[in-house]
């Protein structure tokens, strides 16, 4: 299974990000697909995860300005980032999550830098 994050970069406080998870190299479903985040000192959090039947939950803090979607047919998801903030600044990854094997996989992360 590989999943390749890409997206990531600099930008400034207000901007706009759109990260991608492109999953392979598998043969079950994904049952669940989460993007999560770490900046420096700080533990890994969920910011969003989305079923494959499109439900999605947030973390609180990024209600209303981040938007997590996926491609069934593609096995891709995305994390758009509207109204960034410096406090997003974070190495962002995503997982995915197979049900009928009860398995985790985690793709390499992403930098993600909101400058003030």
């Known amino acids: 299974v590989q999943l390749q994050a890409s997206g990531g970069g600099l930008v400034q406080a207000g901007g706009s990000l759109r990260l991608s998870c492109a999953a392979s190299?598998?043969?079950?479903?994904?049952?669940?697909f989460g993007w999560y985040r770490q900046a420096p000192g700080k533990q890994r959090e969920l910011v969003a995860g989305i079923t494959n039947s499109g439900s999605a939950t947030y973390a609180d803090s990024v209600k209303g300005r981040f938007t997590i979607s996926r491609d069934n047919a593609n096995n891709i998801a995305y994390l758009q980032m509207n109204s960034l903030k410096p406090e997003d600044t974070a190495v962002y990854y995503c997982?995915?999550?197979?049900?009928?094997?009860?398995?985790?996989?985690w793709g390499q992360g992403t930098q993600v830098t909101v400058s003030s």
């Open positions: 190299g598998f043969t079950y479903s994904i049952t669940t």
């Open positions: 997982k995915a999550y197979f049900s009928e094997i009860m398995y985790d996989h």
